[in-house]
């Protein structure tokens, strides 16, 4: 439309607003169409057109940056019931950030449902989302339509038109069920990607890693990224793979961390070695020994005192020194193989109390029954309640009311019926992650219980909880 035209729309529209008729003030074209109609119907046929126009040919051309996106994928389970969509809403609102706001999704996905995406999208950066959403994330990033439909079976022929969500959540598929496999297609195309592609898919060998693993992972000794050769040492020394120097020489950082550890007995009748963490004197020492925690492999350590991981586990003396525990218990859950991974967790979770919080840095490695374990003992416990939100790749939605109806309950029932208000903020908090871990018949149970306790009914914090119980059955309507 040009500028002629627009002036003309502009004294129609000043004529119709001080209250006149404007047939007169028309272009020639439009009184034509108007022109045999009475004066009232005229200015109607006016109006159409006019109104037809500004909404047609004054609308603001797209700009050339704009590209055209596919239709948003169609994931692999049905959205959430419309009734429900309520709940849903008020529970993410609830949650702050968008670790809690994956929670939500991940409850909703254990029980067979995926969120509408007017109530939530996983950003393309986050990739903690559960893998259902992996197209979503994929278009989020750029995903082209096509690429999108292909995605039946991973190969090295259809490793491009996998898109890096759905790439990776394959790649973990296989190497559940054909590792080998997996690890030939990320030797094969990993090789060309970039130093941070070719990291992230050296990770996804924890999956299902193997001795038929190590001779991949030590030619990458060779790979052009530190990181890289980084990742595939700790992974080698998980499979008891010595990667540090081990000579004694004045070089040999896993020495050096030696020397920060004494020797010991114990016992009066059946004398045992004991390890404990030697007394510091500054602060330099204090940070040398964190870096060589950090840097050393749990194997190379462990063979420096002729020990088994097991047997330097059970002869660790936890206690002594709070932060070499902390640095110790990191060390095994990096390069510690998963014998002693799992020894190690039994042994905190027996002890209870503060050590069985330092679990928590092992969660990537422990199975999901030494995960439940750990949540009951922190629950049974109920002096680091907070630790819940802490917990990493918990399972959603199987505590049961048995597992929570103890010294937990007292202590929120507690919180909720005294007046101290950052106990009770405190107490909401925990609400929503037992919210996420509850199953539906325990999420009832507690709302009742700690709205009779005192929490308002309409709190916000019972968000989760009223959704997890409203998904009871995987309801579909």
């Known amino acids: 439309m040009n500028e002629l035209e627009q002036a003309g729309l502009a004294r129609l529209r000043d004529g119709w607003v001080s209250g006149g008729a404007a047939f007169e003030l028309a272009p020639a074209e439009w009184k034509d169409v108007a022109a045999a109609a009475s004066p009232d119907e005229q200015e109607r046929r006016l109006l159409a057109i006019a109104a037809q126009a500004l909404d047609v040919g004054l609308r603001p051309a797209a700009p050339k940056t704009l590209k055209r996106r596919p239709p948003l994928p169609v994931l692999a389970l049905p959205v959430l019931p419309e ?86 959540a394959a790649l973990v598929d296989l190497r559940r069920t054909m590792p080998a496999l997996a690890r030939t297609l990320i030797e094969t195309k990993g090789a060309s990607e970039s130093a941070e592609v070719r990291l992230a898919l050296i ?47 004045s ?6 961390l030696a020397a920060f550890i004494e020797e010991g007995k114990a016992g009066f009748i059946r004398r045992r070695t004991t390890h404990a963490p030697v007394k510091l004197k500054s602060p330099a020492q204090q940070a040398r020994r964190a870096d060589l925690f950090a840097s050393c492999y749990f194997g ?34 990096m390069s510690g193989g998963d014998a002693a991974v799992a020894c190690l967790a039994d042994l905190l979770v027996a002890a209870g109390g503060k050590l069985a919080l330092l679990v928590l840095q092992l969660m990537l490695r422990l199975d999901s029954g030494r995960k439940r374990v750990l949540i009951r003992q922190i629950l049974n416990d109920a002096q680091n309640l907070a630790a819940l939100n802490l917990v990493e790749g918990a399972e959603a939605g199987w505590l049961e009311w048995g597992d929570l109806a103890g010294k937990a309950l ?63 059955g995987n309801p579909t309507s």
């Not at 990742?231 to 499979?239: E, F, Q, S, T």
């Not at 405190?426 to 325990?442: K, V």
């Open 83 to 168: 009734r429900l969509r309520p709940l849903l809403r008020a529970a993410l609102k609830y949650a702050t950030d968008a670790k809690l706001k994956t929670r939500v999704a991940t409850l909703v996905a254990s029980r067979g449902f995926v969120l509408h995406p007017m109530d939530w999208m996983p950003a393309a950066s986050y990739q903690e989302s559960p893998e259902v959403y992996a197209p979503w994330v994929d278009w989020q990033a750029g995903a082209e339509g096509e690429k999108q439909s292909r995605r039946d079976h991973l190969t090295a022929e259809t490793w491009d038109d996998f898109y890096p969500a759905a790439r990776r």
């Open 203 to 249: 990770e996804l060998l924890r999956f299902g890693l193997g001795a038929d693993d190590v001779p991949f992972l030590k030619s990458l000794s060779a790979d052009r990224s530190g990181k890289v050769r980084e990742m595939a040492g700790r992974l080698l020394a998980r499979l008891g793979e010595h990667g540090n120097p081990a000579d004694g020489g």
């Open 251 to 256: 070089e040999d950082p896993t020495a050096e």
């Open 300 to 333: 190379d350590l462990v063979a420096r005192f002729g020990k088994t991981e097991a047997d330097f586990i059970g002869a660790w003396q936890f206690g002594v020194d709070d932060n070499a525990d902390l640095f110790l218990v990191r060390m095994v859950s």
């Open 410 to 472: 007292s202590a929120l029932r507690s919180a909720f019926s005294g007046d101290n208000d950052v106990m009770k903020r405190s107490a909401e908090q925990h609400l929503e992650t037992i919210g996420f871990l509850a199953n539906p018949l325990t999420a009832e149970k507690l709302i009742g219980e700690v709205v009779a306790a005192g929490l308002p009914p309409a709190s916000p914090s019972l968000g989760l909880l009223r959704l997890n119980a409203a998904l009871a």
